[in-house]
């Protein structure tokens, strides 16, 4: 049953691999050294230090290749969310802080220099990083555009960037993985230990209504997102809002839409008249 699962999450990844060039033979190191890596900090018994025989035991590599593999690095680990969160942060502030909106309450209009500019709003939500780098981005994803008056002007509320680009390779890594994480969590805790994870779906719904769903889905999820946003700028220390309390977590929530096209073999409308 794991093995039939797997399968079907390999498949829309094995499909982005190939499109990119990346071979079954290019994947096998990659995939054998975090199955050591895991192994080695997940799964050592209690008080004892993990050995090499009991990584290969685990994971029938043998030890020396379990040697030679412990000396490569961990490519999951030189992928940092840091550009993607900086750029995101930046949207966000510029949706909530009062500083930056309009009289109506709307993302306002910036110049690029100024005590009220672009500038400024990047320096208080996303820290010590170049504007221009943060400009040049959020145009290049369609995110902001520039007036005739030379300013900035928000045109997206939220960032994803453009197809093709390494960052939006990054996300494939990062939202699958929190995926299955919430997945594994919960098939190990139940009740109120348990993460949120619901998804509602239909499989036989006419093409015609897929337009009208796209921009549903789109809207309600936006602003749950957005109020989520809200709440979590509050109490998060890199805002820079004062956020007290001991630890640190990660926490967010992930809306997708659910989309696949089967053969037809339902009577359209057409041909039932």
């Known amino acids: 049953m794991?093995?039939?699962?797997?399968?079907?999450?390999?498949?829309?990844?094995?499909?982005?691999?190939?499109?990119?060039?990346?071979?079954?033979?290019?994947c096998n190191d990659v995939v054998r050294r975090v199955y050591v890596d895991v192994a080695e900090r997940e799964f050592q018994i209690s008080g004892r230090k993990q050995t090499t025989?009991?990584?290969?035991?685990?994971?029938?590599?043998?030890?020396?290749?379990?040697?030679?593999l412990k000396k490569l690095p961990i490519v999951e680990r030189q992928l940092l969310d840091e550009h993607h969160n900086r750029a995101a942060r930046v949207i966000s502030g510029w949706l909530r802080d009062a500083t930056f909106l309009d009289s109506k309450g709307d993302p306002d209009t910036l110049p690029m220099e100024g005590e009220r500019s672009f500038t400024e709003l990047v320096k208080r939500h996303s820290g010590d990083v170049p504007p221009r780098a943060i400009?040049?981005?959020?145009?290049?994803?369609?995110?902001?555009e520039y007036t005739a008056h030379d300013e900035l002007r928000l045109s997206a509320r939220g960032y994803v960037p453009e197809s093709g680009d390494a960052e939006k390779l990054q996300i494939l890594g990062t939202d699958v993985r929190d995926l299955i994480e919430t997945i594994d969590h919960n098939l190990t805790h139940a009740g109120a230990q348990a993460r949120y994870q619901r998804k509602v779906?239909?499989?036989?719904i006419p093409v015609r209504h897929l337009d009208a769903f796209r921009h549903l889905s789109a809207r309600l999820g936006?602003?749950?997102?957005?109020?989520?946003?809200e709440w979590l700028a509050e109490r998060d220390r890199d805002a820079g809002n004062g956020?007290?309390?001991?630890?640190?977590?990660?926490l967010g929530l992930g809306i997708y839409q659910i989309e696949e096209t089967y053969a037809d073999t339902a009577?359209?409308?057409e041909s039932k008249s």
């Open 2 to 26: 794991l093995l039939q699962a797997l399968a079907r999450i390999l498949r829309p990844v094995v499909r982005v691999l190939l499109r990119h060039g990346i071979t079954a033979d290019a």
């Open 53 to 68: 025989a009991r990584i290969s035991l685990l994971t029938s590599i043998n030890r020396k290749e379990v040697a030679r």
């Open 135 to 144: 400009a040049d981005e959020l145009q290049h994803v369609g995110a902001i």
């Open 201 to 204: 779906q239909y499989d036989n």
């Open 222 to 229: 936006q602003g749950v997102l957005e109020h989520l946003n």
């Open 243 to 250: 956020s007290d309390g001991s630890g640190r977590v990660r």
């Open 267 to 269: 009577p359209t409308d």
